[in-house]
Nanobody, 122 residues
Framework: QVQLVESGGGLVQAGGSLRLSCAAS????????MGWYRQAPGNPRELVAT???????GYTDSVKGRFTISRDNAKNTVTLQMNSLKPEDTAVYYC????????????????WGQGTQVTVSS
């Protein structure tokens, strides 16, 4: 079974920092783009940051200069360093990966983790 597991969420005061990590496991052949999304109650899921297999990154405007995404290809992990956190960053954060995995044959998958809660108090 191919799966993503997030960790590192928690409660932090405004201005503080958290580091989220996501580990992929299973019959993975290749991980292409990985990213972080977030969803606050009553809101749609929002793309936060992405990173390609070549290390190219992208961020939504609201987190530029505060969040940094990185990946360790040897460990099949992606990390989101979140600094200068604001109350509006409060959400469940989900890891996502576009990858090739074995399922009777190599196939393309869009895989999601279960999410980790980030709460930023004012």
């Amino acid at each position: 079974q191919v799966q993503l597991v997030e960790s590192g969420g928690g409660l932090v005061q405004a201005g503080g920092s958290l580091r989220l990590s996501c580990a992929a496991s299973g019959s993975i052949i290749r991980i292409n783009t990985m990213g972080w999304y977030r969803q606050a109650p009553g809101n749609p899921r929002e793309l936060v940051a992405t990173i390609t297999s070549g290390g190219s990154t992208g961020y939504t405007d609201s987190v530029k200069g505060r969040f940094t995404i990185s990946r360790d290809n040897a460990k099949n992990t992606v990390t989101l360093q979140m600094n200068s956190l604001k109350p509006e960053d409060t959400a469940v954060y989900y890891c996502n990966a576009a990858l090739t995995a074995w399922s009777n044959a190599p196939k393309e998958f869009d895989v999601w983790g279960q999410g980790t809660q980030v709460t930023v108090s004012s």
